[in-house]
């Protein structure tokens, strides 16, 4: 089966700083032909280079966004990401978005962003125990809104009863051996889509998450790793998404921080 090439996804245009040239941001006054202190010139090409620097890192989605760290784990979560991308995700799915499903550490935190919106429904599906749940999680599990579940495991949903899942950090902690299982089965359990929130290797030092309450490291994987595992698996890009999502995020100046892969469901 052919697949289209998932690059990292949404893809606003990644600003290098070769793009910018080689030269100087102040030309003026580096290559100036009149006499002026060397002091200067050298403060100018600093400061030049701290610019340059932090345009980079703008936009390219780099550790600048405080936002993708969880208050709750400490650490680089692609959780918090899915809480900035809510409002580009509805217009990409617009409908779908009105039954969802999330998956992933601090679940509580999303389903009460989607409940908020208008003509949404959601739940949440936490992979592992919710220790130290503040009230309004604990309200949302007593509702039965959030559960816990091992999603290593046949997960407790009969075949496409959410038109959109949506995962993110969980698939970080399982080997191939239980991705092999647990990816078909969010995919059998959603309608009209599968997005995946994931981290860039770039981010596995900051992935400190306590080993006794996961049980293992996190494995962040490139996204050339991924797109060859969708295709193992048959899992197809969903290449309408993918465009909505990109022009929303484009309008919107939205730089994600994780790999965001968008999926069909299984037919």
């Given at each position: ?24 941001p ?27 620097i ?19 784990q ?53 992979p ?56 078909p ?21 900051l ?7 996961i ?27 993918v ?17 965001i ?7």
């Amino acid at each position: 089966m052919a697949m289209a090439a998932m690059s990292r996804r949404p893809i606003n245009p990644s600003r290098r700083v070769a793009d910018i040239g080689g030269t100087s941001p102040f030309p003026t006054s580096l290559h100036s032909k009149s006499r002026s202190s060397p002091f200067l010139s050298i403060g100018l090409f600093v400061v030049g280079s701290i610019l340059v620097i932090g345009y980079f890192y703008r936009g390219s989605g780099g550790f600048g966004n405080n936002g993708a760290f969880s208050r709750v784990q400490g650490d680089f979560s692609c959780t918090a990401e899915v809480r900035r991308a809510i409002p580009f995700l509805k217009k990409a799915y617009g409908d779908s978005m009105h039954k969802v499903l999330h998956v992933g550490p601090d679940t509580c935190s999303v389903v009460s962003t989607l409940l908020r919106e208008e003509d949404t429904e959601a739940w949440g599906l936490e992979p592992y125990d919710i220790e130290d749940a503040d009230r309004n999680c604990q309200r949302l599990v007593h509702r039965a809104l959030v559960r816990v579940a091992d999603i290593k495991f046949p997960l407790p949903y009969r075949a496409k009863s959410f038109s959109l899942v949506i995962v993110s950090d969980a698939l970080d902690y399982l080997s191939p051996k239980y991705l092999n299982k647990t990816l078909p089965e969010l995919a059998r359990i959603s309608a009209d889509g599968l997005v995946i929130f994931t981290g860039f290797p770039h981010h596995q030092k900051l992935k400190t998450t306590d080993k006794s309450k996961i049980g293992r490291s996190a494995k962040l994987r490139s996204t050339t790793w991924w797109v060859r595992y969708f295709v193992q698996t048959s899992l197809e890009e969903n290449e309408a998404a993918v465009k909505k999502f990109e022009q929303a995020a484009v309008k919107g100046s939205y730089s994600p921080s994780c790999q965001i892969f968008h999926l069909k469901s299984y037919q």
